[in-house]
């Protein structure tokens, strides 16, 4: 059986790769689906910031990310796992799909936002050339 990794970060863009990954399995390619969020390194400039707080609210905006990709995944009644890292985006997904011996990523092509979709326009662009995997990218 095949894993397919599917980076999400609660973007249209995003919930397309997941729709496509559905798409190919309900054609009959079996797989199971890894479905993760990125959250990056905040490093607090100050010693005013209260860590914890930082943390929760990566957790809280990495389970937003989720939940639509999760939805849609149980509504077509295909089985996943999901995880939240934390760290460089495109070098975690890339180590995450090693760990889980991923052989596809497909993702979206922009993330959330202006600022967030040049983000991810350079995630996408960074995970296609370190990925040793296929990369297909939705739109």
């Known amino acids: 059986m095949r894993s397919i990794l599917i980076p999400v970060d609660g973007s249209k863009h995003a919930l397309s790769a997941v729709k496509h990954a559905i798409s190919i399995v309900q054609d009959g390619i079996p797989a199971h689906i ?3 969020n990125v959250q990056p390194v905040i490093i607090p400039l100050s010693d005013f910031y209260d860590y914890e707080l930082i943390e929760k609210a990566q957790h809280d905006e990495a389970e937003r990310a989720l939940q639509s990709a999760c ?3 149980d509504k077509a009644g295909i089985k996943y796992s999901k995880a939240v890292k934390i760290g460089a985006i495109a ?7 090693k760990s889980h011996k991923c052989g596809w990523i497909i993702m979206g092509t922009r993330g959330m936002g202006s600022l967030s979709s040049l983000i991810m326009g350079s995630t996408s662009n960074r995970v296609i050339h370190l990925a040793k995997i296929p990369v297909t990218l939705v739109k």
Do not use: P
């Not at 070098?91 to 799909?97: K, L, P, Q």
């Open 34 to 36: 890894h479905v993760i």
């Open 71 to 73: 939805k849609l995944l």
């Open 91 to 97: 070098s975690t997904i890339i180590d995450y799909g």
